[in-house]
C-alpha cells in the first residue's frame, strides 16, 4: 500500500498557496514600492534643484561682492583724492580750522547690515557725501587759487628798486629828438648805466628783443590782458617763456635803442591800450 501519495498532494497544495500569497503580498507592496520610489525621486529632484539654487545664489554673491569691492575700490580712490586736495590747501593756504566744511560721516559703513541691499544704500550714502564734499573742496581750491592769482599778478611796485627820478610822465610831451609834441606811451626813470630793473608783478616773459626804437627790450604777461613793457635795456636776463615773480630782476638799465641818455621807459598795458603807469607806482 502506498500512503505518502496524499502528503505529497498536501504539499504542492501548501506551496501553491504559498505561491499565491506571495503574490498577493507583492501586489500589495507595489504601490507602496511604488510611492517610495516617486518620493525618492522628487527628493532626488528637488536636491538637484536646490543645488542649482545654491550654485546660483553663491554666483550671485559672488557678483554681489564684486560689485562692493569696485565701489570700495572706487570710494578708497576718491577719498584719496580729497584727502590731497585737503592737504593742499592746508599747506597752500595754512587752512587748518578755517575749512568751512563737514566732514563726511563715517555712520553709514559703521552700523549693521541687512544683507547686500543695506549695504549697497549705505556705499551709495558715502559716495555721495564724498562726492558733494569734493566738489567743495574742488570750487573751494578754485577760488583761493584765483585770488592767489590774482594777487600776486596784480601790477604793484617800481620797475626800479629802491626808486629812480621820474623823468617823463605818460601823456603829451616834447619830442627829445624832433622837438615836436608826440603822446609818450609810459614811464622815464633816470638811473646808472647796468642799474637792476625789476618786475612788477609776477608773469610769464613774453618778448625779449632788440626792438629799432625800444632798444633791448622785455615784455611780461601777467595774464587777463594785462602786460609790462621795460624798454632802452643794456642787458635781458630772462628768456621768453621763463617765468618771473614779482620783484625779480629781469634786465640792466641802459640806452639802447631811440634814448638820449641811460633811463628805463616802463610801460602798462590792458590788452593793446596803453594806462598811466603812475598808477600803479607804489605811495
Given at each position: 500500500?502506498?500512503?505518502?501519495a496524499?502528503?505529497?498532494?498536501a504539499?504542492a497544495?501548501?506551496r501553491?498557496?504559498d505561491?499565491?500569497?506571495?503574490l498577493?503580498?507583492a501586489?500589495?507592496?507595489?504601490?507602496v514600492?511604488l510611492?517610495?520610489?516617486?518620493?525618492?525621486q522628487?527628493?532626488?529632484?528637488q536636491q538637484l534643484?536646490?543645488?542649482r539654487q545654491?550654485?546660483?545664489?553663491?554666483?550671485?554673491?559672488q557678483?554681489?561682492?564684486g560689485r562692493i569691492g569696485?565701489?570700495l575700490g572706487?570710494?578708497q580712490?576718491e577719498?584719496?583724492?580729497?584727502s590731497?586736495v585737503?592737504?593742499r590747501?592746508?599747506r597752500?593756504y595754512?587752512l587748518?580750522?578755517?575749512l568751512?566744511?563737514?566732514?563726511?560721516?563715517?555712520?553709514?559703513?559703521?552700523r549693521?547690515?541687512?544683507g547686500f541691499?543695506g549695504?549697497?544704500?549705505?556705499l551709495?550714502?558715502?559716495s555721495e557725501?564724498?562726492?558733494?564734499?569734493g566738489?567743495?573742496?574742488?570750487?573751494?581750491e578754485s577760488?583761493?587759487?584765483?585770488l592767489?592769482?590774482?594777487e600776486?599778478?596784480q601790477i604793484?611796485?617800481?620797475?626800479v628798486?629802491?626808486?629812480?627820478?621820474?623823468?617823463s610822465?605818460f601823456?603829451?610831451r616834447?619830442d627829445?629828438?624832433?622837438?615836436?609834441?608826440?603822446?609818450?606811451r609810459g614811464?622815464d626813470?633816470?638811473g646808472?648805466?647796468?642799474?637792476?630793473i625789476?618786475?612788477?608783478?609776477?608773469?610769464?616773459?613774453?618778448v625779449?628783443?632788440?626792438?629799432?626804437?625800444?632798444?633791448?627790450?622785455?615784455?611780461?604777461?601777467?595774464g587777463?590782458?594785462w602786460?609790462?613793457r621795460?624798454a632802452?635795456?643794456?642787458?635781458?636776463?630772462v628768456q621768453?617763456?621763463?617765468?618771473v615773480d614779482?620783484?625779480?630782476?629781469?634786465?640792466?638799465?641802459g640806452r639802447?635803442g631811440?634814448?638820449?641818455?641811460?633811463h628805463?621807459?616802463y610801460e602798462?598795458l590792458k590788452g593793446?591800450?596803453?594806462l598811466?603807469p603812475?598808477?600803479?607806482l607804489p605811495n
Amino acid at each position: 500500500m502506498n500512503r505518502p501519495a496524499p502528503l505529497a498532494g498536501a504539499n504542492a497544495r501548501f506551496r501553491l498557496s504559498d505561491y499565491r500569497l506571495f503574490l498577493l503580498l507583492a501586489v500589495l507592496q507595489l504601490p507602496v514600492i511604488l510611492y517610495l520610489y516617486s518620493q525618492w525621486q522628487n527628493a532626488e529632484q528637488q536636491q538637484l534643484q536646490l543645488g542649482r539654487q545654491l550654485e546660483q545664489q553663491q554666483r550671485s554673491q559672488q557678483r554681489q561682492l564684486g560689485r562692493i569691492g569696485q565701489r570700495l575700490g572706487q570710494l578708497q580712490a576718491e577719498l584719496g583724492q580729497l584727502s590731497a586736495v585737503g592737504q593742499r590747501l592746508v599747506r597752500d593756504y595754512d587752512l587748518v580750522d578755517e575749512l568751512p566744511l563737514q566732514r563726511l560721516d563715517a555712520n553709514p559703513l559703521q552700523r549693521p547690515f541687512n544683507g547686500f541691499a543695506g549695504l549697497h544704500l549705505a556705499l551709495t550714502q558715502v559716495s555721495e557725501q564724498t562726492r558733494a564734499y569734493g566738489m567743495t573742496l574742488a570750487a573751494l581750491e578754485s577760488l583761493l587759487l584765483s585770488l592767489h592769482i590774482n594777487e600776486i599778478t596784480q601790477i604793484q611796485g617800481h620797475p626800479v628798486p629802491g626808486g629812480s627820478r621820474m623823468s617823463s610822465t605818460f601823456g603829451q610831451r616834447r619830442d627829445p629828438f624832433t622837438g615836436r609834441t608826440r603822446w609818450h606811451r609810459g614811464l622815464d626813470f633816470t638811473g646808472k648805466l647796468g642799474q637792476p630793473i625789476a618786475a612788477t608783478a609776477t608773469g610769464v616773459v613774453s618778448v625779449v628783443e632788440q626792438h629799432p626804437d625800444f632798444g633791448g627790450l622785455v615784455e611780461i604777461n601777467h595774464g587777463q590782458g594785462w602786460t609790462t613793457r621795460y624798454a632802452h635795456l643794456d642787458t635781458q636776463l630772462v628768456q621768453v617763456g621763463e617765468r618771473v615773480d614779482k620783484g625779480q630782476y629781469v634786465a640792466l638799465m641802459g640806452r639802447t635803442g631811440r634814448a638820449t641818455g641811460v633811463h628805463l621807459h616802463y610801460e602798462v598795458l590792458k590788452g593793446n591800450k596803453q594806462l598811466d603807469p603812475a598808477r600803479f607806482l607804489p605811495n
